[in-house]
């Protein structure tokens, strides 16, 4: 399939690419970016007039709740809504059920995601067997059968010696092991962030101190072992410092921030709002302010939607009993053009904590927009104005803090291996 797009603001984050030119594209790559190479004839040509070109996003967070977990959301409803918010590569964690422990499970998801036509799945395996945090799993098999890193999903290792055993294996094959900086003793029966406002509502806290405990653990084993660690989710400017100081030691960690944690604030609960149930939680405005200013200055690697789709029975409780988690594959794009608008940040430093920053990081070779690279492709309409409803998001998690919220930005097509996976305009 020869395929051009023309008219449009092309923007390549990785190679500081920002010009107004065609794309073509043969055969699922790029072939060039301006003119046409010698005998090309688009059997397809889009008109990208007003619109954004960019890579494809790069999401390091989204739960496809397959297998076990069907009734939240399926591997089809979920894939279509990694395309419709302009995703192309995303990484599920392995909290599945049975957990992503064994090559067989690992192969099967991989096999049904390619039979989709949807984005590229790169699945993180479990670190431990069945996630219970005591017998290292067999990494070097599940790498083989396509996991791109190890990781303990959103549960705790509580054994600090099993920690290090599986740091110094990962370590000797070069895996990145990806683990949630919590304690779980501090954090137990926590639902918010301890402050003024879980105590007005009676909320049981989790304490900042839960996360950087954690972390400073975290980093001495990264010292002791040197195995690359990628922090899930951090949630706090205390947090934050601590990671600043690790990369500043050299030390090989990076991180990320869920996107939703760029806007929100404990604040937001306001009177139980369920929907505002995270994990971890949303903190204060001065830990917010600290997120934003670690993604301003290189700290903070990447942002990712932290998808999680949670269903009715499980969501419309009282805060405290409601499970966490928010639909965010397709407000990962309009929440990361929010943050760059309210802070001066410029459209391709945003862009790149989407792209180009979270490619390294799963080890792809993905997010940014060249002559040879992959043809996975996102073209938005930065300035378009939308309302989230429920109705109109293709995931089958409908619970988000911005329903009924506008946002802007919104992805009109989005393109992987050169194909048009989906077009807005067609889908109505």
Known sequence: MRLSIVNGRVLDPASALDTHAAVHVTDGVVTAIGSAPAGFEAQRVIDARGLVLAPGLVDLAARLREPGFEYRA???????????????????????????????????????????????????????????????????ELAEAGCVGFSQGGLAMTDTQTLLRTLQYARTFGFTAWLQPEDAS????????????????????????????????????????????????????????????????????????????????????????SHLRVSPPFRSQRDRDAIRAG???????????????????????????????VTALELLLPLTLQWAAETGTPLAQALAKITSAPAPILGVDAGRLAAGAPADLCLFDPDARWVVEADALRSQGRHSPYLGREVQGRVQATLVAGRVVYDRAAAG
């Open 74 to 140: 399926t591997l089809e409803s979920e894939m279509q809504a990694a395309v419709a918010g302009g995703v192309t590569s995303l990484s599920c964690p392995p909290d599945t059920d049975p957990p992503l422990d064994e090559p067989g499970l690992v192969e099967m998801l991989k096999h049904r995601a390619r039979g989709l036509d949807g984005a590229r799945l790169y699945p993180l395996g479990a670190l431990t067997v069945g996630l219970k945090g005591e017998v290292v799993t067999e990494m070097a």
């Open 186 to 273: 501090l954090a137990r029966g926590g639902v918010a962030h301890a402050g003024a406002v879980a105590a007005r509502l009676g909320l049981p806290g989790v304490p900042v101190i839960a996360e950087t405990v954690a972390v400073h653990t975290l980093v001495e084993m990264v010292r002791a072992t040197g195995c690359r660690v990628h922090l899930c989710r951090l949630s706090s400017a205390a947090g934050v410092d601590l990671v600043r100081a690790a990369k500043a030691e050299g030390l090989p960690v990076s991180c990320d921030v869920a996107v939703h944690h760029l806007h929100m604030t404990d604040h937001d609960i306001g009177f139980f709002d």
């Open 295 to 325: 993604l301003a200055d290189g700290t903070i690697d990447a942002i990712c939607s932290d998808h999680t789709p949670v269903d009715d029975d499980a969501k419309l409780l009282p805060f405290a009993d409601a499970e966490p988690g």
